[in-house]
């Protein structure tokens, strides 16, 4: 290095008195002729050779080991215009081996560099928190490598160019879990998702959505769903595609079956209670295909041969519905036995198809199996004492001139046998006998639903949902019929099968 000017000097490195450059040497400070730079530090023949600091006009620096007059071994760096301060290994001036560079805005990367640039293996800390630990190239995530995301997301698996691809795991905060292909950052190829809420998709992916995903609810059978009065259905569901393909890729999403009968508005004339205006307004009606709202109305099931009152009741929540339990007075009700004449007639309790656990859990709510779920047993309970829906009805045929239904309030019902125990106990006790055997017939009558027509639906109460939608709901008409038509089919059949 030839020097041109000087403005300080030491004892060591008289620079005035230096016939050539190769005599530089010992420790000083040299300010370049264009004012730019300016070095302060050791010298060897003429070059900055050892430890010294080299400063730059806007405020950067360099300050560290030198070789030959090459920024060459440990050094820290500092940039005026970023901020940004780098301490490590340098070769001739570049960034090289393994450092430490600490960024204005928070971030750090301790790792391996190649010529100025992020590459091999490293730990990479942004702004906002988020870690990356794995190999780097040209700057960008490269390799295998495991993130950490602000959000306490975790992935770890194949990484190119800033961007998950190939093969990876990704844990989410909420309890998600996914495995599989990747491809710009989003799920795509074949995948297994095993969602929080116990949704299990394992399939094809394709730009982070199931290739074969669920789009409806199905209930299959005929549009009206005929049963005998006190018989028990078996309802069978289906998910499927938009192309009406069952989606056997999918398990676990959960359904709940509820029942409805029509909702019938309070006139504005009507002499109804203020109590029962309230409970109307309280009531949360359920929208149909068919034309009108219903109100729920309660379900019966199967445990340990008895039979316990379940009520699907709407309450105001994401998952739209939940079921409320409702205690009735458990009897001797024993289900219709099967006849092929109607669907859904008297099936009772079966542990056939692998459903040996079935009794545990009640049948309302069920999981999806391979695209399909099957509600077992299901029946509709007696209606209760003083069931809002019906007492309406007959307020309303009553004005209309039509005879009521002949439904008893539970006032009036209790009145009833307590004269009917007072009879009782004045005759005698053969007679006491004959009319309790009665009193047991009308009773096990009474406590059967009642005829008519009732809406089935069957919807999604998954939570959280999957892949944040839930399927529509869907509908079905339930017709209950009287006992005597299933007495006069059974004539009917004993006919035929005389005849032939």
Same mark, same amino acid.
Request: aromatic residues 10%.
């Given at each position: 290095?030839?020097?041109?000017?000087?403005?300080?000097?030491?004892?060591?490195?008289?620079?005035?008195?230096?016939?050539?450059?190769?005599?530089?040497?010992?420790?000083?400070?040299?300010?370049?002729?264009?004012?730019?730079?300016?070095?302060?530090?050791?010298?060897?023949?003429?070059? @900055? =050779? +050892?430890? *010294? !600091?080299?400063? /730059? $006009?806007?405020?950067?620096? %360099? #300050? &560290?080991?030198?070789?030959?007059?090459?920024?060459?071994?440990?050094?820290?760096?500092?940039?005026?215009?970023?901020?940004?301060?780098?301490?490590?290994?340098?070769?001739?001036?570049?960034?090289?081996?393994?450092?430490?560079?600490?960024?204005?805005?928070?971030?750090?990367?301790?790792?391996?560099?190649?010529?100025?640039?992020?590459?091999?293996?490293?730990?990479?800390?942004?702004?906002?928190?988020?870690?990356?630990?794995?190999?780097?190239?040209?700057?960008? @995530? =490269? +390799?295998? *490598? !495991?993130?950490? /995301? $602000?959000?306490?997301?975790? %992935? #770890? &698996?194949?990484?190119?160019?800033?961007?998950?691809?190939?093969?990876?795991?990704?844990?989410?905060?909420?309890?998600?879990?996914?495995?599989?292909?990747?491809?710009?950052?989003?799920?795509?190829?074949?995948?297994?998702?095993?969602?929080?809420?116990?949704?299990?998709?394992?399939?094809?992916?394709?730009?982070?959505?199931?290739?074969?995903?669920?789009?409806?609810?199905?209930?299959?059978?005929?549009?009206?769903?005929?049963?005998?009065?006190?018989?028990?259905?078996?309802?069978?569901?289906?998910?499927?595609?938009?192309?009406?393909?069952?989606?056997?890729?999918?398990?676990?999403?959960?359904?709940?079956?509820?029942?409805?009968?029509?909702?019938?508005?309070?006139?504005?004339?009507?002499?109804?209670?203020?109590?029962?205006?309230?409970?109307?307004?309280?009531?949360?009606?359920?929208?149909?295909?068919?034309?009108?709202?219903?109100?729920?109305?309660?379900?019966?099931?199967?445990?340990?041969?008895?039979?316990?009152?379940?009520?699907?009741?709407?309450?105001?929540?994401?998952?739209?519905?939940?079921?409320?339990?409702?205690?009735?007075?458990?009897?001797?009700?024993?289900?219709?036995?099967?006849?092929?004449?109607?669907?859904?007639?008297?099936?009772?309790?079966?542990?056939?198809?692998?459903?040996?656990?079935?009794?545990?859990?009640?049948?309302?709510?069920?999981?999806?199996?391979?695209?399909?779920?099957?509600?077992?047993?299901?029946?509709?309970?007696p209606p209760p004492a003083n069931y809002q829906p019906f007492m309406l009805?007959?307020?309303?045929?009553?004005?209309?001139?039509?005879?009521?239904?002949?439904?008893?309030?539970?006032?009036?019902?209790?009145?009833?046998?307590?004269?009917?125990?007072?009879?009782?106990?004045?005759?005698?006790?053969?007679?006491?006998?004959?009319?309790?055997?009665?009193?047991?017939?009308?009773?096990?009558?009474?406590?059967?639903?009642?005829?008519?027509?009732?809406?089935?639906?069957?919807?999604?109460?998954?939570?959280?949902?999957?892949?944040?939608?839930?399927?529509?709901?869907?509908?079905?008409?339930?017709?209950?019929?009287?006992?005597?038509?299933?007495?006069?089919?059974?004539?009917?059949?004993?006919?035929?099968?005389?005849?032939?």
């Open positions: 290095m030839v020097i041109k000017s000087y403005v300080r000097c030491y004892p060591l490195c008289d620079l005035r008195h230096a016939l050539h450059a190769s005599e530089i040497r010992g420790y000083g400070l040299y300010v370049y002729p264009n004012s730019f730079f300016q070095y302060e530090g050791e010298w060897k023949q003429g070059r @900055k =050779h +050892g430890h *010294g !600091k080299l400063l /730059f $006009k806007d405020g950067s620096y %360099y #300050e &560290g080991e030198f070789v030959d007059g090459e920024i060459m071994g440990n050094g820290l760096r500092y940039w005026a215009s970023t901020g940004n301060t780098y301490s490590g290994q340098f070769v001739s001036g570049e960034l090289h081996g393994h450092g430490v560079m600490q960024y204005k805005d928070g971030g750090k990367y301790e790792g391996e560099f190649s010529y100025g640039m992020r590459e091999g293996h490293g730990l990479l800390v942004d702004k906002d928190g988020q870690t990356y630990q794995g190999t780097f190239y040209n700057n960008k @995530k =490269h +390799g295998g *490598g !495991k993130m950490t /995301f $602000k959000n306490g997301d975790k %992935y #770890e &698996g194949d990484w190119i160019l800033d961007q998950q691809q190939g093969h990876g795991v990704l844990h989410c905060a909420d309890g998600t879990v996914y495995e599989g292909q990747w491809r710009n950052d989003v799920f795509n190829g074949q995948g297994t998702e095993i969602h929080c809420s116990g949704v299990i998709y394992d399939g094809l992916w394709i730009n982070g959505y199931p290739a074969a995903q669920a789009k409806k609810i199905v209930i299959l059978g005929p549009e009206v769903i005929d049963v005998i009065q006190g018989s028990a259905i078996t309802l069978h569901v289906q998910l499927q595609n938009e192309g009406g393909e069952v989606c056997e890729y999918e398990n676990g999403r959960l359904l709940e079956i509820w029942v409805g009968v029509k909702n019938h508005q309070i006139p504005a004339s009507s002499s109804t209670s203020l109590f029962k205006l309230i409970e109307e307004v309280e009531r949360k009606p359920v929208k149909t295909p068919f034309g009108f709202e219903c109100i729920s109305y309660p379900l019966m099931d199967a445990v340990s041969g008895s039979w316990e009152l379940k009520a699907a009741v709407p309450i105001s929540g994401k998952s739209g519905f939940a079921l409320a339990d409702l205690p009735i007075p458990k009897g001797d009700i024993e289900p219709e036995s099967r006849s092929d004449t109607l669907l859904g007639m008297g099936d009772a309790p079966s542990t056939e198809d692998g459903f040996e656990d079935e009794s545990i859990r009640p049948p309302t709510s069920q999981r999806v199996e391979r695209g399909c779920v099957v509600f077992r047993n299901i029946m509709l309970a009805l007959d307020e309303l045929n009553k004005k209309r001139g039509k005879k009521p239904s002949g439904r008893i309030s539970a006032e009036k019902a209790e009145k009833m046998i307590v004269s009917q125990e007072k009879i009782v106990d004045c005759r005698s006790e053969v007679t006491a006998k004959g009319y309790k055997s009665k009193q047991d017939q009308h009773s096990t009558k009474n406590s059967r639903v009642l005829p008519g027509q009732y809406v089935i639906m069957v919807h999604e109460v998954t939570m959280p949902p999957f892949l944040g939608q839930t399927l529509p709901p869907a509908f079905k008409l339930l017709r209950v019929l009287p006992e005597k038509t299933k007495v006069k089919n059974i004539k009917m059949e004993a006919v035929k099968a005389i005849s032939t």
